[in-house]
């Protein structure tokens, strides 16, 4: 470190040459450092040392930071933190979807799921794909045109996907029922797509009795026609008839 005090270094205090942004020498005070005896002296541009500093200090600091933030991301315990590499098996009790709809009329669709093995699922996870027409698949950056409206999706069962929903832990021999109200919006002829897992990540895996993946296929068709009503004369409802 040079010092104004030191005899072998003296500070000019005056602006060093202009050069080009890219030179490191760049909007520097220029300190003129001389040897004992006058002989000549080696240029050191302080302002540019001083500003890359802090960077140079930072670095390490930051990649501790790095380090600890990894650590504790997050905060709380991942509800499938104690999967691992377990497989469990399960039942699908119930997987209901009308298969003749129509238009704008309020349908469901329920996805029962009961845990019969001896273990409980960390997290249940189900995955329902379908709801739009997104040809080019979960990645594609264009979300296609909806064929269903999802009107009201399964209480507290939100994620980060955004076709699938969290049952959250299931004890041994107790079922967990997942409920969507939808709202057709397109005519024809569609299917949507579920399948059960036991987390988002890891190596763990749900399988029914005979050893396959518990998933399926409902498939519906929906007609633009109106659907038939009646008012009931008891209770005066409409009643909707396929």
């Known amino acids: 470190m040079l010092s104004s005090s030191s005899p072998a270094a003296t500070l000019s205090g005056r602006r060093a040459p202009a050069y080009g942004s890219g030179s490191p020498r760049a909007s520097g005070i220029r300190a003129e450092r001389r040897e004992p005896g006058g002989g000549g002296g080696a240029l050191w541009y302080v302002g540019a040392a001083l500003r890359r500093a802090p960077a140079i200090l930072c670095a390490p600091a930051a990649a501790v930071a790095l380090t600890l933030g990894l650590g504790g991301c997050g905060g709380a315990e991942r509800r499938d933190a104690g999967a691992s590499d377990a497989t469990y098996t399960v039942a699908v009790a119930r997987a209901s979807f ?7 009329q309020r349908t469901a669709l329920v996805i029962a799921v009961r845990n019969t093995g001896d273990r409980a699922i960390p997290d249940l996870v189900v995955t329902v794909r379908g709801f739009t027409d997104r040809s080019g698949g979960a990645r594609n950056a ?3 045109r909806d064929l269903w409206i999802v009107d009201r999706a399964p209480a507290e069962s939100g994620t980060a996907l955004e076709d699938a929903w969290s049952a959250g832990r299931l ?10 109200e939808l709202t057709p919006v397109v005519a024809g002829r569609h299917a949507l797509r579920y399948e059960i897992a036991p987390g988002f990540a890891g190596a763990a895996r749900v399988q029914l009795a005979d050893g396959d993946a518990p998933r399926g296929t409902l498939s519906a068709r ?4 109106p659907a038939q009503a009646r008012v009931d004369p008891r209770t005066g409802a409409v009643v909707r008839e396929e």
Not at 98 to 104: F, K, R, V
């Open 142 to 144: 264009d979300p296609g």
């Open 98 to 104: 009308p298969a003749q709809q129509h238009l704008a």
């Open 171 to 180: 004890e041994p021999g107790r079922s967990a029922t997942l409920r969507w």
């Open 222 to 225: 929906v007609t633009d026609e």
